[in-house]
């Protein structure tokens, strides 16, 4: 499954490319979304000057249009917990994480030439295997996830479908994959769109999907149908077809929404 397969316009395009990040959501915004992005992480300090000279470079490359990175800046002054962590004993230090593992590392200042290959070559390279695996049965696999996403866990369930094995039970993860990149996404921010009410919308149906809560959740994303464009709406459509799947097309919660969506839905 292609990582932005099902996205509006191109989510990658919306991401932050610059994050800072600390102990407190290091998990979240590096080890969980390294499991989309490659994150490359700088670990700095004010008073290094090194780390002064390093960090415009890493800036300049994480925002160029084609750029297929995020980078995140810890500082280690205010972060010690997270630098003791990963050994950090001189800066500037610089890691890339892929499936939220660290794959390769350099210290000090290089040249933007350097640091380019060095990103490109993590980028090109297949990552590790998830740390976190499902049944190697699909169709138990798909079980898995469901279970997840019923109980709003996006990140689990993004795991157990992304890159599905080929075979009878791949057209199910596809058409639930989207509701698992749609909660994950709104975990970290990635699926934030700076459309305030969309995104009040988006972030009122994840936490009711967190709370068991559907019948809300599918609420809500009816209301996002009419606060984006027209290719976020396309984009609201896929998430709702993915929970009336995950709910099937008996439950009275889908036949009470389904009628609805189909009367504000754009014609095809």
Not at 153 to 162: H, K, N, T, V
Not at 232 to 246: P, R
Request: aromatic share 8%.
């Amino acid at each position: 499954m292609k990582l932005f397969s099902f996205f509006k316009k191109d989510k990658a395009a919306r991401r932050a490319a610059i994050i800072d990040v600390s102990d407190a959501n290091f998990e979240q915004q590096v080890i969980r979304r390294s499991y989309k992005s490659p994150v490359l992480v700088d670990f700095w300090a004010e008073w290094c000057m090194p780390c002064r000279q390093l960090g415009p470079v890493l800036e300049k490359l994480a925002e160029e249009p084609d750029g297929e990175f995020i980078l995140a800046k810890l500082n280690t002054e205010n972060n010690r917990r997270t630098a003791v962590k990963y050994s950090i004993q001189s800066i500037p230090n610089v890691k890339m994480f892929r499936n939220g593992q660290v794959v390769d590392e350099f210290t000090g200042a290089m040249p933007m030439g350097l640091v380019r290959r060095f990103i490109a070559k993590q980028i090109k390279t297949p990552p590790p295997p998830p740390a976190i695996k499902g049944s190697n049965t699909p169709a138990q696999r798909i079980k898995q996830a469901e279970q997840h996403l019923k109980k709003g866990r996006g990140f689990e369930a993004f795991i157990l479908l992304d890159n599905f094995p080929p075979g009878n039970e791949e057209n199910t993860a596809n058409t639930l994959f989207p509701l698992a990149r749609f909660l994950f996404d709104m975990e970290d921010g990635d699926g934030l769109t700076g459309l305030e009410a969309l995104d009040r919308a988006y972030q009122a149906a994840a936490n009711a999907l967190r709370q068991r809560k559907p019948d809300q959740a599918l609420a809500q994303l009816l209301t996002a149908l009419g606060a984006g464009e027209d290719i976020d709406q396309s984009y609201t459509l896929q998430v709702i077809d993915s929970l009336f799947a995950l709910l099937g097309e008996n439950h009275p919660i889908t036949k009470q929404y389904r009628e609805q969506v189909t009367a504000v839905s754009p014609p095809a």
